[in-house]
Every structure is written in structure tokens, then in C-alpha cells.
């Protein structure tokens, strides 16, 4: 299981690598939620997620032999990036599975970043098949999105700065709310804050229909979603809380928080008006939970980690046409 | 004249009340340009936009006794909020002078911010007697938005900060391109500059038919712009460099270089797509010279300050429309 100790090594690790985000915050968006809100901005991370922090340290910590021969990530999205990102600085030779009817734009910056790109059809190809037979044939470590140790080691960065930056604005307690899919980032912020940061209380928080968290919190056992598509909150869709960041989580989180569609929209045009920052509206849950669901919340202040930046123009402009 | 120690001391009174923006970059805006680009994003700052740093400079250099008695600023743009925001932290009164066709939201801002709105009409009022009339009666200190020592000197800390994280990043030669209007930014930095980062080489940059500055840089004698409208760069339209600003940036400043209108939207999505940040269009004025300007550059980086990201959806919505 991931340890305080893992995260404090991926930060030695991620030193001059990782951005130090800033912590953000606006009167304004004081004022909606009705006590203080600080943003930790994420989507300013290399890659623009906090993707970056889990590839590169999972990429790190792994024996430069076996680094040498190469890693394998399946994703048509931000782990692709940030696994791919991370690999070049190492001089990593790096794979990346992605679904063939991924967005055109994806592929293209994927292999930009330097990653070899192998495409597979979702309706006739086994993905996991395609990817084992890489890993075996080419000696490929494969680095998964959120349920292996050191990638949740990287992620926890994220709560160790939250920790520090706060107290810098005098905060020590406060309810810490994580855009959360299968539960990597909020898991590793959760193990890092009850150490640096007891006061705070991490609340993983998700789009309406997609709550497998939030219901697995509530009932003490890995709950799934029906389905992992059909949202705009693309980036945190996953089927269920993984097997080692489900017990993190219970252990030490506070209630999920369940958002809709158009508060996460709302939250990223307040976030574009307010934050001058770019959101996706995965990347935006955390935030609108702030905004508009403080009535389950009790701390004096509100500290919601903006996760990811990468959004099509389309969906943006949607979110300026409908709230800005 | 504005002096480093200057610079040093205001960075002192900052500490702990202004943020440490980011020093962001991608690779794929490197490509673009053909060299190294970083974007210090200075519409992360307080009220969007580094003006935040020069009010609260002013503020905080004023007499104890002086200072309680309450300020006076004329704007409807950055150096209004700027301003606002610095006052309310000190709890000293703060009046801002507003053309009353100011759009609504200007107006609401700067009052929610804590300050008296006195609007007049551009028409049939003289702003400058309003002003002065008020100044009189009530002991109002003026606070100029760039020809005042200690308004530029708070604008230095932004040279400050890019000096040390530039160097953090291994990059001590560099240009230096900042968004330019009456110049106490640029002058401000380029003090700051010569001081920590000899090496580095500081450019105004502007909007076409706004290019006093290059003009004045180019003759040796300060220059004025025709008219101060008209263009969407509307944050840095003055109608002349400073009478202290000139000699700074005319000792210390490389040639000055203009983009046009479709320039600075380019670079507006660029930064929303690869750096997920909000810029204004008068904000994106030094990235457009740094992405697509490099012909006129010699240095190994660029170095573009990202001035400020207040701007409406509809204008945003424009620049994601045309180059998203």
C-alpha cells in the first residue's frame, strides 16, 4: 500500500519536473460559496492535468533496466499524456494504446509528445490482449491509470503542496475536495493531508450517474457504474473504485459529493470569468461541488483541486454560451 | 527615478499578499516559435492582471496618515481593479473614476471590490477637474496607472520573479517580451532585469496602429498614438510612453515589436489550448510577438509576460471561433 514515506519519495523524485501550481482563489467565488475557496490548479500542470505527477513518478521508481526497455499505457487521454510527457524526459521508449475512434487531435499531440501510438478497434479488438502481447514481446512495463502504488505515490504530491500553500494563507482546516474517477489523486491527497494536514477532510467528488465512489463510500463496498460513457465529464469515468485505492479512501475520505452536467459547465465558465484558468469539465466537479453543494460541507474553507485543462474549443464555448 | 532597491523594497511589501505566478511553457509552442518559450502568466495574479502589484506598491508606500485618508484612480480597466483590491486589503478608502458607458460589469466589479464609483460622462465632463475636485475635498492620493516611481516599482517584482525562475529552469539569456501601454511594466522590468539577468534583453510589444512606444524606441523621442480607441488590445492603449517610463525603457530596452489583431487572438487559443490559461487580448500581445515575431528575436528563449486575462466570453469565444 502506498505510504506518507512513497509520497514524500515521488516529490524528491518529481523536484524540478513537476510545476508547483498556485493555489488561486477570488472574492467573488467567496461569495457563491459563502466561505473561502482556494483552487489548486492542476490543469497549469505539464500535460495540463496532474497526470504527469503519477507517470513520472511510477516512471521513476522503476529499475532504470527495466526503464530502459520501454512502458505501455492504455488511455485516450490525460495518463495517456502525462505517461507520454514523462517518458520522453526520461528517454523512455513509451507506448500508448488508444481506441482508433479516439479524437484525431489526441493521437496527433500523443505522437507529438513522442509516444508510438498503437491504434486498436474497440468493437473487434481485445484491448488487453493487444496490450499483454506488447508488454511481453517487447519487455513493456505497463503503468496503470490509478490502482498501482507508485502512481498514486505521484498524485499525492498534489496534497503535500495543498498542505503547505494553505497553511502559507493560514489555513490548517478545511474540507479538500478531488474530481475523482478511479480514486488515484484522491487517495494520494487523502494519505498526504493526514499527515501534513489532520484538519483537513477529503471529499471525492463526481459527476451525477457516474457516483460508484460516492455509493461505495456510503455502503462500505466496491460499487460500479452501469456504464463509463455518456458524460461530458469524460477525463474521471471509470467502472468502480480501484481494489488498493478503495480502502485508502474508506479509511480516511468524508462523504462523496455528486454534481450535474451544467454546474460542472457553470464552474468552468466561474473558473474562465473569476480563475483565468482553463477547465474540462471533469477537471471542473471539485469546483462547482464548492460552488454549489456547500450545504454539505462544514469546514470554514473550501479547497477544490481543478484536475485537468484539456478541452475542446466546442465544449468550452458551450459553457461561456450557457453561463458566461 | 525608480531604482532596484526600489524594486527590492516593494518586493518586500508584496511578500505574502501578491501570488507568485507560474512560469509555463509546451512544447508545442516551442515548435512554433523555433526556440524556447516560457509565459510568465500574470493574468493568475490578483484581479487578473499584474496592475495588482503596482496599487498595492503605491498603497503600501504611502504615509500611514496619507494612506488612511483614502486613493483616487482613474480607469475602467486592470489598474481599477488593481487598485481596489490593494485598498480594501489596507481598509483605506478608494474611489475609481469610470467613463459611465463602462460596461455594467466593470462597474459591479470594482464596486464589489470595496471601491466608490464616481462615473462621469466622456462627452461633457472633464474627468481631470472631477478628479482633482474630489482629490482636494475629500485628501484623496492620486495613483497614476504607470508614470508614478513606486506603480512601476511594484511592477518590477514581476522582473524579479522571472529573473529566479528563469534561472531555476537553467535560462539566464533570453528576450523578454511584455505587453506594453504607457510602459511601467516594461520599465519595471527591465530595472529589475539589469540587476538579476543581465543577459536578458527586454522588448515592448504592441498592437498595430497603437505602436507608440516602438515608434518612440525607434526615434529617441517620445511619440503618441493618433487616437486611443479602437483597438481590442484595449488594456494597453495609451496615448504615449511615460515622461519617467521613456528614459528607462529608451536606456534599457531592446527594439519594440508589433503584432496584429489576428496575432494576439492566435495566441489567445494558443494559451487556452497549451497552457489552459484565460488571456485578453491587450495579455496576449507579448505571446504573439514570441510565437510568431521570432524572425526579429535572437535570443536562445523567449520569455513573453502574459499581462492579463480580463476579457468577455464573446470576445474569447471569437478567438477560440477563428484559431481554436
Same mark, same amino acid.
Given at each position: 500500500?502506498?505510504?506518507?514515506?512513497?509520497?514524500?519519495?515521488?516529490?524528491?523524485?518529481?523536484?524540478?519536473?513537476?510545476?508547483?501550481?498556485?493555489?488561486?482563489?477570488?472574492?467573488?467565488?467567496?461569495?457563491?460559496?459563502?466561505?473561502?475557496?482556494?483552487?489548486?490548479?492542476?490543469?497549469?500542470?505539464?500535460?495540463?492535468?496532474?497526470?504527469?505527477? *503519477? $507517470?513520472?513518478? @511510477?516512471?521513476? %521508481? &522503476?529499475?532504470? !533496466? /527495466?526503464?530502459?526497455?520501454?512502458?505501455?499505457?492504455?488511455?485516450?487521454?490525460?495518463?495517456?499524456?502525462?505517461?507520454?510527457?514523462?517518458?520522453?524526459?526520461?528517454?523512455?521508449?513509451?507506448?500508448?494504446?488508444?481506441?482508433?475512434?479516439?479524437?484525431?487531435?489526441?493521437?496527433?499531440?500523443?505522437?507529438?509528445?513522442?509516444?508510438?501510438?498503437?491504434?486498436?478497434?474497440?468493437?473487434?479488438?481485445?484491448?488487453?490482449?493487444?496490450?499483454?502481447?506488447?508488454?511481453?514481446?517487447?519487455?513493456?512495463?505497463?503503468?496503470?491509470?490509478?490502482?498501482?502504488?507508485?502512481?498514486?505515490?505521484?498524485?499525492?504530491?498534489?496534497?503535500?503542496?495543498?498542505?503547505?500553500?494553505?497553511?502559507?494563507?493560514?489555513?490548517?482546516?478545511?474540507?479538500?475536495?478531488?474530481?475523482?474517477?478511479? *480514486? $488515484?489523486?484522491? @487517495?494520494?491527497? %487523502? &494519505?498526504?493531508? !493526514? /499527515?501534513?494536514?489532520?484538519?483537513?477532510?477529503?471529499?471525492?467528488?463526481?459527476?451525477?450517474?457516474?457516483?460508484?465512489?460516492?455509493?461505495?463510500?456510503?455502503?462500505?463496498?466496491?460499487?460500479?457504474?452501469?456504464?463509463?460513457?455518456?458524460?461530458?465529464?469524460?477525463?474521471?469515468?471509470?467502472?468502480?473504485?480501484?481494489?488498493?485505492?478503495?480502502?485508502?479512501?474508506?479509511?480516511?475520505?468524508?462523504?462523496?459529493?455528486?454534481?450535474?452536467?451544467?454546474?460542472?459547465?457553470?464552474?468552468?465558465?466561474?473558473?474562465?470569468?473569476?480563475?483565468?484558468?482553463?477547465?474540462?469539465?471533469?477537471?471542473?466537479?471539485?469546483?462547482?461541488?464548492?460552488?454549489?453543494?456547500?450545504?454539505?460541507?462544514?469546514?470554514?474553507?473550501?479547497?477544490?483541486?481543478?484536475?485537468?485543462?484539456?478541452?475542446?474549443?466546442?465544449?468550452?464555448?458551450? %459553457? &461561456?454560451?450557457?453561463?458566461?
Amino acid at each position: 500500500m502506498t505510504s506518507f514515506h512513497a509520497i514524500k519519495a515521488a516529490a524528491d523524485r518529481l523536484k524540478g519536473h513537476s510545476r508547483l501550481t498556485p493555489l488561486l482563489s477570488s472574492p467573488f467565488l467567496d461569495e457563491i460559496a459563502g466561505r473561502q475557496v482556494l483552487v489548486k490548479a492542476e490543469c497549469l500542470q505539464h500535460t495540463g492535468s496532474f497526470k504527469f505527477r *503519477g $507517470g513520472w513518478s @511510477a516512471l521513476s %521508481a &522503476l529499475p532504470a !533496466e /527495466q526503464r530502459t526497455r520501454g512502458v505501455l499505457a492504455y488511455s485516450s487521454g490525460n495518463h495517456a499524456q502525462g505517461v507520454a510527457a514523462a517518458a520522453a524526459a526520461h528517454d523512455t521508449p513509451v507506448v500508448i494504446l488508444m481506441p482508433e475512434d479516439a479524437p484525431a487531435i489526441k493521437i496527433a499531440n500523443t505522437r507529438a509528445l513522442g509516444a508510438e501510438v498503437v491504434l486498436f478497434n474497440r468493437a473487434t479488438d481485445n484491448r488487453d490482449a493487444i496490450g499483454a502481447e506488447l508488454a511481453e514481446g517487447r519487455g513493456l512495463t505497463l503503468i496503470k491509470p490509478y490502482d498501482e502504488a507508485e502512481v498514486i505515490a505521484g498524485q499525492g504530491t498534489v496534497g503535500l503542496e495543498i498542505a503547505f500553500q494553505a497553511k502559507d494563507l493560514g489555513v490548517t482546516e478545511a474540507d479538500v475536495l478531488v474530481c475523482c474517477g478511479g *480514486g $488515484g489523486l484522491t @487517495a494520494g491527497i %487523502a &494519505l498526504a493531508l !493526514e /499527515q501534513d494536514a489532520p484538519q483537513m477532510c477529503v471529499h471525492p467528488c463526481e459527476p451525477e450517474h457516474f457516483d460508484d465512489v460516492t455509493r461505495s463510500l456510503a455502503s462500505g463496498k466496491i460499487c460500479h457504474n452501469i456504464s463509463t460513457a455518456g458524460s461530458i465529464c469524460d477525463a474521471i469515468l471509470t467502472p468502480a473504485p480501484g481494489e488498493i485505492t478503495f480502502p485508502i479512501l474508506s479509511r480516511l475520505c468524508g462523504p462523496g459529493i455528486v454534481v450535474t452536467e451544467n454546474e460542472a459547465l457553470h464552474a468552468m465558465a466561474l473558473a474562465f470569468l473569476r480563475l483565468r484558468i482553463v477547465l474540462e469539465p471533469g477537471g471542473a466537479v471539485a469546483l462547482a461541488a464548492a460552488l454549489f453543494h456547500a450545504d454539505q460541507l462544514d469546514g470554514p474553507t473550501s479547497i477544490a483541486v481543478a484536475t485537468g485543462g484539456n478541452v475542446d474549443a466546442t465544449v468550452f464555448t458551450e %459553457a &461561456l454560451r450557457r453561463f458566461g
